[in-house]
């Protein structure tokens, strides 16, 4: 039986209450909103950590960032831990990225066969943070409310730069798969760092936002001082008492973040173009890294648990996954074990180390019972925060702070924290048991630890002298491009048309 030919379609940083059931009503998404009603559509997806590399790396590898030991932006993605592109590859897949993936480390390429541009960031341990040195920002790569003060219109920047390469990309190569000079299946993965700040858009979308009623956040930024403990962190991380934040800023950042939403929409709506018009069938997933709390409480970018962070839209339209919304809580670490479920090929020999599970049951009217788990352990923080999403319950806990519970279907703001509420004590215990029995925190942190002194030792030694850079260099073979003196022009004009002889 052949197997079926995967696209897999990622964003970054993408809020996923804005996709309650596919895109909002009010999004000019109308590509995505096509895919939606053809797809399964989770609406409670978390991310596996609330910040771009440790949430890739537990993406494809299905994985926490305790297991890959990706644990921020700057921790090395070790080559033996297998992702879905070694596992669909192992299988006869062709494997292709175009976009980001923010690997960090010398191997840059973790399965796929074949990547047609660089990275948007760098992969080497610039950007490792410091537990040794709580509150210390490093200002030439830490967020700062810059984003936010900075909104506005541009025609080009250097995200869009990218995404525009991203998109050609991605669609030249699916014009070259359905000239098929390679019989084996494909998994394309196109991976987009928009509609992530900073919060500028081109003039065609952002007017399309001038009269949205949404560009106030919904719950008013809560002041410093009432904020939680890790809010505070956060706070601090991104200069915050160094920028005066208007509400013109506010609604400037919003609209371009939306704005951004719908020249993605554009961006995906060219591949899907082409995939119609080459006649190639594929599973399509589209799905975030991670969200961003755009205003909601005052806060911006990600980092926390909270749901504008770390919720994300996932998308699944597969033949044998049923259109329709899902409610039940999931993660997109279960996108790698529901890839090899839907493509036949088996993930036996690392299953006992895989945290995911296969959503093809729910696609098809199953029950899951297992919580979805997150971690993060990166900038902002001081020690490993965890959290356990359970029915309507989320529970956050880490050794420096009191214990977070909310229940999301009476309080989805999380403004309650009910861990001091006789009436949830119940609910506080269990969930705390199942956190204590999945994580030594103790453990966590002495681990993370190990690993920023490591790095910061290697980083400062690979910058003295001589400096060999980690980052992706796209190679393009310019001699077997197009026409050239060893190629038959009759046999090259032929194979390289679609569809050839009408």
Known sequence: MSKPN?????VDQL??????????????????KRLAERSTRFKNSYTGSPLCAPARAAFMAGQLPSR?????????YASDIPTFAHHLRRAGYQTTLSGKMHFVGPDQMHGFEERLTTDIYPADFGWTPDYRKPGERIDWWYHNMGSVTGAGVAEITNQLEYDDEVAYNACRKLYDLARGHDDRPWCLTVSFTHPHDPYVARRQYWDLYEDCAHLEPEV????????DAHNK?????????????TDDDVRKSRQAY?????YIDDKIGEILDVLDRTRQEAII???SDHGDMLGEKGMWFKMSFYEGSARVPLMICAPNMTPGLVETPVSTIDVTPTLCDLAGVSMDEVLPWTDGESLVPLGQGGVRTAPVLMEYAAEGSWAPLVSIRAGDFKYNRCALDPD???DLSRDPQELTNLAADPAYADVLADLRAQSVARWDLDRYDAAVRESQARRWVVYEALRNGSYYPWDYQPLQKASERYMRNHMDLNILEEGQRFPRGE
């Open 233 to 245: 962190r956060l706070m601090d991380s991104c200069d915050f008492h160094n920028f005066t934040i």
């Open 220 to 227: 008013a930024p809560i002041p410093y001082a009432d904020q």
């Open 68 to 76: 890959t030991r990706v644990y921020d932006n700057a921790a090395e």
């Open 6 to 10: 995967i696209l897999i379609l990622m």
């Open 404 to 406: 977070q519970l909310f």
């Open 285 to 287: 997933v589209f799905l």
């Open 258 to 262: 939306f704005a951004n939403i719908s």
């Open 15 to 32: 809020n996923g209450t804005f996709f309650p059931d596919g895109p909002a009503d009010w999004l000019h998404a109308p590509n995505l």
